[in-house]
């Protein structure tokens, strides 16, 4: 290293540029999910809640008093050095204004915080999609954490409304997963979102347990897809800049 290079120590952990917060589950993180550490084309810190179960998240959160312990377990997750963190459930959004306001570094709880700006990058008459776990559960609450405002055209759809099946796999924590019947249900809710708004211009996926059926929803509506995944690309990409030119003077 040349002698003009100095680094300096402090952190407990390098190279790592995202920490996630994940519930306490046991049912299985396929690729694709957020929790699945082969989803991310970059090593991933991952620091479990304890106590933190996916139906109180989903369910009684705005209740419940869990923000110390995410909020904790966030602090730890900056200590050890990562760029970013992030969450392992949208529902978790209500926390983003106090998690952020303890950490020095960027702090993603939900796909959901991307819904304001994609809306101002559609065609006029355009708006967003919406798929979610659980609709009953996605209150007026969240969508104003999330910054998504009354002004905001959106259209939203629930797995419950679908089967449920995939709902009930990830609420009630069950130790297996029909991938092949998830699909179905996810393409199902795909189509139930454009019957009921045919004027849609992107989807987000709320729950980060959805991207592995992130084509099949692009593949049946012709839309971009967005999630947690696109979402902490985005940040990450900001932090972690490649050179694009080595030292020296640029010639034609």
């Known amino acids: 290293m040349p002698e003009h290079q100095v680094v300096k120590g402090g952190r407990n952990i390098y190279g790592v540029p995202v920490g996630l917060l994940m519930l306490e589950a046991r049912y299985p993180r396929v ?26 998240v989903v369910r009684r959160l705005e209740t419940d008093d869990l923000l110390e312990p995410f909020a904790t377990a966030a602090e730890e997750l900056e ?18 204004a106090a ?3 303890r950490l020095g570094v960027p702090f993603v709880s939900s796909s959901l915080l991307q819904v304001p700006w ?30 998504i405002g009354p002004d905001i055209p959106i259209g939203v759809v629930g797995m419950e409304e679908v089967g449920g099946y995939f709902n009930r796999t990830i609420i009630e924590d069950a130790a297996e997963l029909d991938v092949d019947r998830c699909r ?21 996926l709320e729950c ?23 979402a902490v690309g985005w940040i990450t990409s900001g932090v972690r800049r490649d050179r694009f030119m080595s030292e020296g003077t640029a010639s034609r």
């Open 31 to 56: 690729p694709g999910d957020a929790g699945n550490a082969a989803t991310w084309p970059y090593p991933v810190l991952y620091r479990v809640v304890r106590g933190a179960s996916p139906e109180r």
């Open 208 to 230: 980060t347990n959805m991207p592995p059926y992130a084509d099949d929803i692009r593949e049946i509506s012709g839309l971009p897809v967005f999630d947690l995944l696109t």
């Open 184 to 204: 179905e249900e996810h393409r199902a809710a795909t189509r139930l979102l454009l019957e009921r708004h045919p004027d849609l211009g992107a989807i987000v």
């Open 99 to 101: 998690i952020q306001a």
């Open 79 to 96: 200590r050890t050095g990562v760029d970013l963190v992030t969450t392992s459930c949208g529902f978790l959004v209500l926390f983003q």
């Open 118 to 147: 994609l809306e101002r990058t559609l065609p006029p008459g355009r708006r967003i999609g919406i798929l979610t776990i659980e609709r009953t559960s996605l209150t007026e609450r969240h969508l104003r954490a999330a910054g």
